[in-house]
């Protein structure tokens, strides 16, 4: 069973399980960015609702959403968790908040209470006991376990979205990673960083550990290189930022944009930035 909840605190609406309930564009589906709890129902209770709500109504915090209104979702469950055990007795289940950014084109957040059953296999496990190996978490870029989907252009896009929205709130409107505080440079939020030398040369950071490779970088290089310029991939440092004749991050959509000011530093135009731009134009047409 679903609830959906109102934004703003309304009510909790039902919703058949059997018909569709997010949007193509909600933040949920398009970035994993949102928040979730997983709760254990059992004889028509949620168990534990306080030390839940605690650790939702901080990650939501921690999340840019707004407020978790605690008795809207309390309310909520307590609702699905009856309905659920009306039909299925004392069997246990699984209660699910969900709760996104929501669909970009309305900027209002999603919200949504689950129930389901319990696999048998979780049932089962805890009779059995689990066989286990042991990982790393592939948190750092320098761990990176043989799971880890490096390079992949997966869904989890939760902490780039907290990073952009951490560059808004000071005034910036993007993000460049650094492999550490003023260290190597990696990439921008959802772009790739291409710095232009003295001497025609361009420069791009190897894709791999934190870098995703390009395909907008790619075709400038491609390009760039067929007109004369020197174009390699090489570490870059955050001072070469600086000593560049300018910088630039690129996507598919954006195509090119310039970097005006680095952490409030501001970087000055160079003299070539008209020809990048004709190249970035020639190179995506
Ligand atoms: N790096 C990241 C993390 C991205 O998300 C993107 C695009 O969204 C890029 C780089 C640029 O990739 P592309 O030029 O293929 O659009």
Redesign the pocket.
């Known amino acids: 069973m679903i609830y959906v909840l109102e934004p703003f605190g309304g009510s909790a609406r039902r919703h058949n399980p059997a018909l569709p309930h997010l949007y193509f564009d909600d933040a949920a589906v398009t970035r994993g960015d949102g928040v979730f709890e997983t709760l254990l129902v059992r004889e028509g209770r949620a168990v534990k609702m306080d030390r839940h709500l605690d650790r939702f109504t901080a990650s939501a915090r921690a999340m840019g959403l707004p407020d978790v209104d605690t008795r809207q979702w309390e309310r909520a469950t307590a609702e699905a968790a009856a309905e659920w055990s009306a039909t299925n007795g004392d069997a246990e289940a699984r209660c699910t908040w969900t709760y996104s950014h929501g669909r970009a084109s309305s900027g209002l957040p999603t919200a949504w209470v689950i129930v389901q059953g319990l696999s048998p296999e979780t049932c089962e496990l805890r009779e059995r006991g689990v066989k286990v190996v042991t990982t790393t978490r592939g948190y750092t870029l320098t761990d990176t376990p043989e799971w880890f989907p490096g390079g992949a252009?997966t869904l989890s896009y939760a902490h780039?979205a907290a990073a952009l929205r951490w560059a808004r709130e000071q005034g910036a409107e993007d993000v460049l990673f650094l492999e550490s505080p003023e260290g190597k440079v990696l990439?921008?939020?959802?772009?790739?960083v291409i710095v232009v030398k003295p001497g025609r040369k361009l420069r791009t950071p190897p894709s791999g550990s934190g870098v995703?490779a390009?395909?907008?970088?790619a075709a400038i290089f491609e390009l760039a290189e067929a007109r004369g310029w020197r174009c390699r991939t090489r570490e870059l440092t955050y001072e070469d930022l600086f000593e560049a004749e300018s910088v630039w991050l690129?996507?598919?959509t954006r195509m090119a944009v310039r970097v005006r000011r680095l952490d409030g530093r501001k970087l000055p135009g160079g003299p070539l930035d008209d020809e990048v731009r004709e190249l970035v134009d020639a190179a995506l047409s």
Do not use: P, R, W, Y
């Open positions: 252009k780039t990439e921008g939020a959802t772009s790739s995703l390009g395909t907008t970088q690129v996507s598919s």
